[in-house]
């Protein structure tokens, strides 16, 4: 496999994933007290929103890559 049809593929599962989650979602976790062993934390979720625009880019990008890495090979 070449490697243009290695990051087609790799933009299209990118694409894909984008546009499904439509944002990736983390937790962060900070410490309040911590007076001996008595300790508190809080969880704070933080979500970094991702565009269906750029899905749609990788998509569309990763399938020209494929398409060109596949007419190449002939």
Known sequence: ???IMIVGVFLIVLGVVALV???ITYTSRKKIIDIGPIQ???DTKKTIPLSP???G???AGGIVL???GAKNKR
């Open 1 to 3: 496999m070449k490697p």
């Open 21 to 23: 989650y439509q944002g």
């Open 40 to 42: 508190a934390t809080h």
């Open 53 to 55: 625009l750029v899905g």
């Open 57 to 59: 880019v990788a998509l």
């Open 66 to 68: 494929v398409i060109m």
